[in-house]
């Protein structure tokens, strides 16, 4: 039977390529970026109020 495999088809950089990716995949970790976010802006806490007194609508 004859094998397939896909190393057999790689030349020497490829090949060496992949023997060095291999060896630093799980020491490399990705830095999580947060996005900060203001929920308090967002909701409209912060926006004017305004009501009906009388016959005039007022700012609060």
Known sequence: MIELKIVNHL?????????DS?????EQ????HHEHVH???????????YRKKG????RR
Request: include cysteine; glycine fraction near 12%; aromatic fraction near 4%.
């Open 11 to 19: 030349c020497e950089g490829q090949l060496k390529k992949l023997n």
């Open 22 to 26: 291999k060896k630093k995949g799980p």
């Open 29 to 32: 970790k990705k830095k999580v």
């Open 39 to 49: 929920w308090e802006e967002i909701m409209g806490v912060n926006r004017d109020t």
């Open 55 to 58: 016959g005039a609508i007022r």
